[in-house]
């Protein structure tokens, strides 16, 4: 498959996070989370965000790409198939193909959108800082993208981390 824009670059990495229970034998349909107030995260919104970054982080370090893929927003899993994911951030951002460990700071929301800084590490010892792009879908936090915190990578701009 080939990328349909090379916009997509920056547009990177996604992430889902499923919430469902089952009660008596029946499964229970997920609500999406309410927005938080714009602002700095809430302690439960930086929560959500976080580990749906780590599961992505922990698929990719894994070399599973199409369950990395399935953390990504619904619009992005229309135009970047599992092998053009690879191909990015093996590419764009190697730091995180071998990811190893990372470190969440910073969480701001507006309205369904979220940033949080990241922090991460290779297995080498390598660190590359990120900015995520996340959405609020109906079934929680997506990551719609991530671009280089300093502002490097195509595409990139004010990464958007006002305090």
Not at 91 to 104: K, Q, T
Request: proline share 7%; aromatic share 4%; glycine share 12%.
């Amino acid at each position: 498959m080939t990328m349909r824009t090379p916009a997509l670059a920056p547009a990177l990495l996604g992430a889902l996070l499923v919430a469902g229970c089952t009660t008596g034998g029946e499964v229970a349909a997920p609500s999406p989370p309410a927005p938080a107030a714009d602002g700095p995260c809430d302690d439960a919104t930086f929560g959500a965000i976080e580990s749906v970054v780590a599961a992505q982080l922990d698929d990719m370090s894994a070399g599973d790409w199409a369950a990395a893929l399935e953390h990504a927003t619904s619009g992005f899993r229309e135009q970047v198939g599992p092998d053009d994911l690879e191909q990015i951030i093996t590419e764009s951002f190697p730091v995180v193909a071998d990811n190893a460990e990372h470190l969440a700071a910073h969480c701001t929301v507006q309205g369904d959108a979220a940033r949080l800084a990241v922090q991460v590490t290779d297995t080498a010892g390598a660190d590359q800082a990120l900015v995520y792009l996340l959405e609020l879908e109906e079934g929680g936090w997506q990551i719609a993208g991530a671009v280089p915190a300093d502002g490097s990578g195509p595409g990139t701009g004010d990464p958007g981390l006002q305090a």
